[in-house]
C-alpha cells in the first residue's frame, strides 16, 4: 500500500517544485510537473476506490514519521486509507486532476501561473493529509493546511483589495471554526487519553452518560465533545453562522471555486462528521444540533441563492445548501447518504463552477447574469454542460428508473429524515423539500438567464472594454463615451457587437468529464453507498445503520415523489419567471420589497458581525493601547515614577542621562550586599 | 567531553570577542563579531552533540570555589541547553542583520552584543544563585545601551522605561535570593530546586521572583515597556530581545518558582491565569489597531508569552513542554519576523505599515519568507507556532476549560491582526512608489532567512529533535509538581454506557 505514499506526497513535492521554481522554472514545466502529478494520484486513486467497491480491500495505515510525543500524548504522521478515505481519495484527485487541466486554458492569460498551481497542488496535499489523517491532529494538520490554500487561492489577484479582504475573511471566520475543534481535540485527549481515531472511536460508546465539567457547568461528556468538534465542521462546512466567508470566497479565480469551495475543501466538516460518526451516534444532543444547523443552513442558503444576481455567487449559496443536506442527513444517522451527497455533489457542482467559468470566459470576466443571454447559440458546449449539472442538482430523474446524480443521493437524504420519524426529522424533511423546490428554480434562473433569451450583453462594461479594445486601436481619437455610444447604435440586438468564443479544449475535456460524472455517478454508484447490505462497503469506516436503509424504503410513496414534484414546481416557476413573463420578477420584487431585500442582502449576516465583533473589536484595541497602556499603565507606572524621581531631584534631565549609571550602582549595591553577607556566614 | 569546560569557553570566546572589538578598526568590529558567534554556534552544536539525552539531569557542570561559599558552577540540562542552542543560533543572524545598518560606534555596539551572548549563555548555564542573578541583571546593561545609544528617536524614553521596569523586580528578587540562602545553607541551584521551603515562606518568596520575571516575561499589565524597546531598538537588537531575553523570565519560572516553590505556585495559578487571558485578549486587540510594524508584532509576544505562562503553571507534561516549545518557536518567529520588519525598513527606513503595501510585487521572495514567519506566528501546524501553542492549551484545558477557551481564541486574534498586517504590507496596489523600487531580498538576507525558516519547519514536522533532550528534565519538574498539583474542572463521571437522552432517540420510532 505504498502507493498511498505517492498520492499523497506527489502533489507536494510537485508544489514545493513549482512554487521555489517559479519563474525560473518556466509556466509551462510548472504546469506539467503539477498537473501530471495530479492526474498520477488520481490513476493511484481509483484502484483503491474500486477495491473497497469489490469488497476485498482492507483497511490500513502507513506510517510516516513521529510527530509529537509529551507525557501519554502522541501521535505521529501517518496516512490511513478505509472505505470513507478511498471515496474521499477518488474525489479529491479527480476533480483536482481535471481543474489542473481546466486551469491550463483558464488562466492562459495569467502571468503568475506557475503560483497558481503550486497553491492547487499545495491544497491537494494538505486535503489528501486531512482524509487519510489516522490522528485528530493531523486532521487538523490538513484542516488548517487546506485553509492556507484557500487563503493564498482566494487572494491570488492579490492587487485587488476585495480578494484580499475575502481571503483573510476566509481565514479568519475559519479560525472560529478552529477555536472549536481545538477545545474538542482537547477535551478529548482529556477524556479518552488519546487523540487516535480508532482508539477514540472504540472508546466513544463506554462514554455514553458519562458527565464533564466544562465552562463552570456539568454536561453530557460526549455531547460537550461532539458540539465543539461541530464547530469546527460548521466553519469549514459554511454552515449557518459561519458561512460568511464563503460567497466571499468566490474572489477567487473560478477553478479555485470548482475545487476547493465547492468540491473538496468545504466538504471536509460533512467528512469530519462521517469519520467521527461513531462519537456522534453517542450524544443524541450533538446530532440533533448537526441536524438543525444543517437543515437550517440548507434553506438559508437557498433562498438567499434565488436573488443574487453574480453567476458565481448563485452556486456559492447553492453549494451552502448542498452542505446542509449533508450535514442533516449526519444528523439523522444517514452519514452513507451524506457520503453519497458528498461524492456526487462533487462531480456536478465541479461541473456546474467549472462550467461557469467557461461562460465568464466567453463573456470577457463579466459574472452578472443580468448582463447574459442568449449564450445558448454561442457557446453550445458549455451549455450542454451546464444542463448537465443543473439536471444533476435539481435531481432530475424518475424512481426505480434512471435518474442523474443528484436524484439518488438527495432523495435518500430526505427520505433518510422523513424515515427518523422524530420532530426534528420531519423539520428537516420539509426543509429539505422546500430547499429542493428553492433550489431546482436558482438552478434554472441561472441556465434561462444565461443561455436562453435575449443577449443583454451590451450594458456590461467588461463587454464594452472587449468591443473597445477590439475596435479601439486605430481611432483612440473618439472620447469613450461617444466611443461606445457608436457601438450601441450599429448593434440593436444587445450583443453590442461581441462575439463569444467557445472555451479552448483544455477546458471542455474536464466539462466532459464531469459531465459524465454527473449523469452517472448517482446511478452507478447508489447500492455501493446507500442500499441494503452495503455495510460491506463502509466496512465500518461510518455507522451504517441497515435499518435507517429499511425505513428509508418504507417511507411513503409521496415522500418518494415529493422531491420530484417540488422539482418540476421550481422549474416550472423559473420558466414562467424568466422565460415566458420577463416582467414577472420585476413585478414581485416592486410587490415584496423587504423580504427581496432581506434575501439579496443574504439576510444582514454581514452587517450584524460588523456591527457585533469587527467595529467593537478595533475600538476595544484602541481603549486598550490608548486608555488602559498609555492612559494607565504608563502614567501612574514608569512615567509616575519619573515624575516622583524629577520631582524629588529637580533634575529630570540629569536623571534620563544618568539613570544607566544608578542602574549600575543599584546593581553594585546588591552584589556588595551579597559578597559581604556570603563572607560573614 | 568529560571535564573539558566548555561551558566557560562558550562564555568565553564571546568575552574575548567582545574585548577585541573594541580594539580593532571600526570596520572590522562587525567581521570579528561574526567569527565569534559562529565560533560559539559551533561550540554549541557539539554541547547539543554530545549531550547525552536521558542520562545525568546536569551534565558538562563544571564547579570552581571562588571566595566564601560564593562559586563559578556551571552546568546544564535539557531545557538550558536548549535555549543555549536558541542563544547561539540567533546570534549570528543579529549580527548579520547589523551589518549594515549601524554606521556609528561599531565596535562598541558589536562589543555590546558579544558582552551579551556571554551574559545569556551564563544566565542558562549558571548553577550558582548568585551568579545567575548576575548573569541576569547584567544581561540587560548591553541591552539598554543598545537602544539608548544606537536606537530610535524615542531611544532614550524607551530605555529608561525598560529600567524602571526591570529595576522594580530585580530587587525583590534579590532579598528573595538572601533569604533562601540563608534557609537553605546553599547556593546551589540544584540542591535548591530539591529543597522544600516552607509553605508560608513560598508565597513571598514566589511573589519576589514573580516581580521579576513577570517583567522579563512580559506580562501584561507590565509589558508596556516591550513595545517602546522594540518600537527603538534597531534591528539586531530587537531580535536578540524577542529571541532571547523574553526567554529568561520563562526560564525564572521553569527553574525557580516552579521546582523551588511547588506549593505557592498552585496557590498563585489562578494569577498567572487571569494576568495571561487578560494579556491575550487585551494585547491581541492592541496588535489589531497598530499602524508600527514593530508595535504589532512586540504585542503579538505579550500575547504569545501568555501562553507559554498558563503551560508552565498547567502542572502536567503537555502544559510544561508545550511552554518550552513556543518559547523556542517565538525566539525563531518572532526573531525572524522582526528580522522581516528590518529587511524593509532598512530600504525605506519606515515602520509605518501604511508606507508600504504591494511587496509581493517587487518582493516576491521576501514575501515567501514573511508569509512562512506569519503563518508560524498564527499556528499552522506544520510550523513551529502550532506545536507548542497546542501543548500548552491542550495542557491547560486539564486544568481549567475557561482558561482554554479564553487562552485559545488567541488563533482567532492571531490570524486577524497577522494576517492584517501581511495584507496591507504584502498584498495591494503599490501605491507608494519607494516601497515599489525596493530590491529583494540581496545574499545577506537570503543567508540569515533560510536557516530560520528550515528550523521553524523542522520544529513544526519533526520537534521530537527538540522535546527529546528536555523530556527527563520536564518529568522530573513534573513529578515534583505532582503532590500540590490543583484539580481540573473537568472531572469525567462514567456514566450507564447509555446516551444520556436516551429518550430522546427512543421515541424516535425509527429502531
Known amino acids: 500500500m505504498s502507493s498511498i505514499l505517492i498520492i499523497v506526497f506527489l502533489p507536494l513535492l510537485a508544489a514545493i517544485i513549482a512554487g521555489l521554481g517559479n519563474k525560473q522554472l518556466g509556466m509551462v514545466p510548472a504546469k506539467v510537473i503539477t498537473t501530471g502529478a495530479l492526474f498520477i494520484s488520481c490513476a493511484l486513486s481509483w484502484p483503491i476506490f474500486i477495491g473497497f467497491l469489490g469488497g476485498h480491500a482492507e483497511a490500513s495505515v502507513t506510517p510516516v514519521l513521529d510527530w509529537v510525543k509529551s507525557g501519554n500524548l502522541d501521535f505521529t504522521w501517518a496516512l490511513r486509507v478505509d472505505t470513507l478515505t478511498a471515496v474521499m481519495l477518488v474525489v479529491i484527485t479527480s476533480v483536482s486532476a481535471l481543474v489542473h487541466l481546466y486551469s491550463w486554458g483558464y488562466m492562459s ?206 452556486i456559492a449559496y447553492s453549494t451552502c445548501s448542498q452542505l446542509g443536506y449533508m450535514f442533516f442527513a449526519a444528523g439523522v444517522g444517514a452519514y452513507g447518504a451524506s457520503m453519497f451527497h458528498l461524492f456526487t455533489h462533487a462531480f456536478f457542482k465541479a461541473l456546474l463552477f467549472l462550467g461557469a467559468g467557461s461562460v465568464i470566459h466567453a463573456m470577457h470576466h463579466e459574472q452578472d447574469m443580468r448582463y447574459y443571454g442568449g449564450l445558448r447559440k454561442s457557446i453550445p458546449l458549455t451549455y450542454w454542460a451546464m ?20 436524484f439518488y443521493s438527495k432523495d435518500a437524504i430526505l427520505e433518510a429524515a422523513y424515515a427518523k420519524g422524530t420532530e426534528l426529522g420531519y423539520f428537516a424533511f420539509f426543509l429539505g423539500i422546500f430547499a429542493a423546490l428553492l433550489t431546482s428554480f436558482y438552478s434554472w434562473r441561472l441556465i434561462f438567464l444565461t443561455f436562453f433569451g435575449k443577449p443583454r450583453w451590451e450594458q456590461s462594461e467588461h463587454i464594452q472594454h472587449a468591443v473597445h479594445d477590439a475596435h479601439g486601436h486605430d481611432d483612440h481619437a473618439h472620447g469613450h463615451e461617444e466611443h461606445a455610444h457608436a457601438h450601441h447604435d450599429e448593434h440593436s440586438d444587445g450583443t453590442a457587437g461581441y462575439h463569444p468564443h467557445e472555451s479552448p479544449l483544455n477546458m471542455l475535456i474536464p466539462l466532459g ?42 417511507v411513503p410513496l409521496w415522500v418518494k415523489w415529493a422531491p420530484f414534484a417540488v422539482m418540476a414546481t421550481g422549474l416550472l416557476i423559473a420558466w414562467y419567471a424568466y422565460i415566458k413573463n420577463t416582467k414577472f420578477p420585476a413585478a414581485f420584487v416592486d410587490q415584496f420589497g423587504f423580504l427581496y431585500k432581506f434575501l439579496l442582502n443574504k439576510w444582514y449576516f454581514d452587517e450584524l458581525y460588523r456591527a457585533v465583533f469587527i467595529v467593537p473589536a478595533m475600538w476595544l484595541g484602541r481603549v486598550f493601547w490608548k486608555v488602559m497602556d498609555q492612559g494607565v499603565i504608563d502614567r501612574f507606572g514608569p512615567n509616575g515614577a519619573a515624575w516622583v524621581v524629577a520631582q524629588g531631584s529637580r533634575a529630570a534631565a540629569k536623571l534620563q542621562s544618568g539613570y544607566l549609571y544608578s542602574y549600575a550602582l543599584v546593581m553594585l549595591v546588591g552584589l556588595v550586599g551579597a559578597i559581604s553577607w556570603v563572607i560573614a556566614q | 567531553m568529560n571535564g573539558f569546560p566548555i561551558l566557560s569557553l562558550m562564555l568565553l570566546v564571546p568575552l574575548v570577542a567582545a574585548v577585541a572589538c573594541l580594539v580593532v578598526p571600526r570596520e572590522q568590529a562587525r567581521s570579528v563579531a561574526l567569527l565569534a558567534t559562529f565560533v560559539d554556534f559551533a561550540l554549541g552544536m557539539v ?51 547589523s551589518w549594515l545598518s549601524i554606521d556609528k560606534r561599531q565596535g562598541e555596539y558589536y562589543a555590546a552584543f558579544l558582552l551579551m551572548e556571554t551574559l545569556m549563555i551564563g544566565v542558562f548555564a549558571a548553577q550558582d544563585l548568585f551568579l545567575f542573578y548576575i548573569m541576569f541583571e547584567a544581561g540587560l546593561i548591553p541591552m539598554y545601551l543598545i537602544i539608548g545609544v544606537w536606537g530610535g528617536a524615542d531611544r532614550i524614553y524607551a530605555s529608561y522605561k525598560f529600567f524602571l521596569y526591570t529595576l522594580l523586580g530585580s530587587v525583590l528578587m534579590l532579598i528573595a535570593m538572601f533569604w533562601m540562602v540563608n534557609e537553605a545553607g546553599t547556593t546551589d541551584i540544584p540542591t535548591l530546586m530539591a529543597y522544600n521551603f516552607p509553605a508560608h515562606a513560598q508565597t513571598w518568596l ?135 520588519v528590518g529587511v524593509i525598513y532598512d530600504r525605506l527606513h519606515t515602520r509605518e505599515i501604511d508606507r508600504y503595501g504591494g511587496l509581493s510585487t517587487n518582493m516576491p521572495r521576501y514575501a515567501i519568507f514573511f508569509l512562512l514567519f506569519t503563518m508560524a506566528s498564527i499556528g499552522l501546524p506544520g510550523t513551529s507556532g502550532f506545536v507548542g501553542e497546542f501543548l500548552s492549551l491542550l495542557g491547560i484545558y486539564e486544568m481549567s476549560s475557561w482558561v482554554a477557551l479564553v487562552c485559545t481564541t488567541g488563533i482567532i486574534l492571531g490570524a486577524a491582526y497577522m494576517l492584517y498586517l501581511y495584507r496591507r504590507v504584502a498584498y495591494g496596489e503599490q501605491k507608494n512608489a519607494d516601497a515599489a523600487a525596493m530590491l529583494d531580498l540581496d545574499k545577506r538576507e537570503w543567508a540569515m532567512m533560510v536557516p530560520l525558516a528550515a528550523v521553524v519547519l523542522w520544529m513544526g514536522v519533526y520537534p521530537e529533535s527538540f522535546l527529546a533532550p528536555m523530556r527527563k528534565d520536564i518529568a522530573t519538574l513534573d513529578a515534583r509538581l505532582a503532590h500540590a498539583k490543583p484539580h481540573g474542572d473537568a472531572d469525567v463521571k462514567a456514566g450507564t454506557g447509555k446516551p444520556a437522552a436516551e429518550e430522546h432517540s427512543a421515541h424516535g420510532g425509527a429502531h
Open chain 1, 387 to 406: 444542463m448537465m449539472g443543473t439536471l444533476a442538482i435539481t435531481g432530475v430523474g424518475i424512481v426505480d428508473v434512471f435518474g442523474f446524480a443528484g
Open chain 2, 206 to 340: 514566589w511573589l519576589a521572583f514573580f516581580a521579576s520575571f513577570a517583567v522579563k516575561m512580559p506580562m501584561w499589565p507590565v509589558h508596556t515597556w516591550l513595545p517602546d524597546a522594540h518600537v527603538q531598538a534597531p534591528t539586531g537588537g530587537s531580535v536578540i530581545l524577542a529571541g532571547v531575553l523574553l526567554k529568561m523570565g520563562g526560564y525564572g519560572f521553569i527553574r525557580f518558582s516552579l521546582p523551588m516553590f511547588p506549593e505557592a505556585s498552585a496557590q498563585f495559578a489562578p494569577l498567572i491565569f487571569g494576568m495571561s487571558m487578560a494579556a491575550v485578549v487585551i494585547t491581541s486587540l492592541i496588535a489589531l489597531v497598530q499602524t508600527d510594524m514593530k508595535k504589532l508584532i512586540a504585542y503579538s509576544s505579550v500575547a504569545h508569552m501568555a501562553i507559554v505562562t498558563v503551560g508552565l503553571f498547567a502542572f502536567n507534561i503537555q502544559g510544561l513542554e508545550g511552554s518550552m516549545i513556543v518559547m523556542l518557536s517565538h525566539g525563531l518567529v518572532a526573531g525572524a519576523l522582526f528580522l522581516c
Open chain 1, 513 to 554: 468529464v464531469l459531465s459524465v460524472g454527473a449523469v452517472l455517478a448517482g446511478s452507478v454508484f447508489h447500492h455501493s453507498f446507500v442500499s441494503e447490505g452495503t455495510g460491506h462497503f463502509w466496512k465500518g469506516s461510518l455507522i451504517f445503520a441497515e435499518h435507517t436503509i429499511h425505513a428509508m424504503h418504507d
Open chain 1, 109 to 314: 492569460e495569467e502571468p503568475d501561473q506557475p503560483r497558481f498551481f503550486a497553491y492547487l497542488s499545495l491544497f491537494t496535499f494538505a486535503m489528501l493529509m486531512l482524509v487519510t489523517a489516522d490522528n485528530l491532529v493531523q486532521m487538523f494538520f490538513g484542516w488548517e493546511g487546506v485553509g492556507l490554500a484557500s487563503y493564498l487561492l482566494i487572494g491570488f489577484w492579490f492587487k485587488k483589495p476585495s480578494a484580499n479582504a475575502a481571503a483573510m475573511k476566509a481565514f479568519v471566520v475559519n479560525r472560529v471554526g478552529d477555536l472549536g475543534f481545538m477545545m474538542g481535540i482537547f477535551g478529548t485527549f482529556l477524556v479518552f487519553g488519546t487523540v487516535s481515531i480508532p482508539a477514540i472511536l472504540e472508546a466513544a460508546p463506554g462514554m455514553a452518560g458519562s458527565t464533564i465539567g466544562f465552562l463552570g457547568g456539568r454536561f453530557d461528556t460526549m455531547t460537550v465533545l461532539c458540539i465543539l468538534l461541530f464547530i469546527g465542521a460548521m466553519g469549514k462546512s459554511a454552515q449557518l453562522g459561519l458561512h460568511t466567508w464563503l460567497p466571499d470566497a468566490m474572489e477567487g479565480p473560478t477553478p479555485v471555486s470548482a475545487l476547493i469551495h465547492a468540491a473538496t475543501m468545504v466538504t471536509a466538516g460533512v467528512f469530519m462528521v462521517c469519520r467521527l460518526s461513531p462519537m456522534f451516534e453517542v450524544s443524541p444532543t450533538a446530532l440533533a444540533m448537526v441536524t438543525f444547523v444543517g437543515a437550517m443552513t440548507c434553506i438559508f442558503a437557498a433562498t438567499v441563492g434565488t436573488t443574487q444576481t453574480d453567476i458565481k455567487r448563485v
Open chain 2, 47 to 97: 554541547l547539543w552533540a554530545n549531550y547525552d539525552i536521558g542520562g545525568a539531569q546536569w551534565q558538562f557542570t563544571e564547579s570552581a570555589a571562588l571566595f566564601a561559599g560564593f562559586s563559578w558552577k556551571l552546568g546544564i540540562d535539557g531545557i538550558a541547553l536548549m535555549l543555549i542552542a536558541l542563544t547561539v543560533f540567533l546570534m549570528p543572524v543579529c549580527i548579520g542583520a
